[in-house]
Nanobody, 121 residues
């Protein structure tokens, strides 16, 4: 019904930057809140940032001032600009979206497959 595909992850040195993208596809009637979560080995999955369709944002305290979430509603895409990266940012980053599929008429949550971000010297 709805598929999310992340891209943009990779290896970067501390202090560097990466931009993640997540594109939604499928029979989508409406996309609602979209966000980024991350999960490091041995840790629980945690919210990094979220953004509403009206462009209101929310960030985890650990990334405030360093990360910026944005979205392009026409392209059904959410971005995460990550600056001043730290080793503790290393994790698999997952895209999440609340969406209404045309065949369901129900708001459901969808997850992407994840993209690896590694911050290391």
């Amino acid at each position: 019904q709805v598929q999310l595909v992340e891209s943009g992850g990779g290896l970067v040195q501390p202090g560097g930057s990466l931009r993640l993208s997540c594109v939604a596809s499928g029979s989508i009637f409406r996309l609602d809140v979209m966000g980024w979560y991350r999960q490091a080995p041995g840790n629980q999955r945690e919210l990094v940032a979220a953004i509403t369709s009206g462009h209101r944002t929310n960030y985890a305290d650990s990334v405030k001032g360093r990360f910026t979430i944005s979205r392009d509603n026409a392209k059904k895409t959410v971005y995460l600009q990550m600056n001043s990266l730290k080793p503790e940012d290393t994790a698999v980053y997952y895209c999440k979206a609340g969406a209404v599929a045309t065949i369901t008429s129900r708001q459901l949550d969808y997850w992407g497959q994840g993209t690896q971000v590694t911050v290391s010297s």
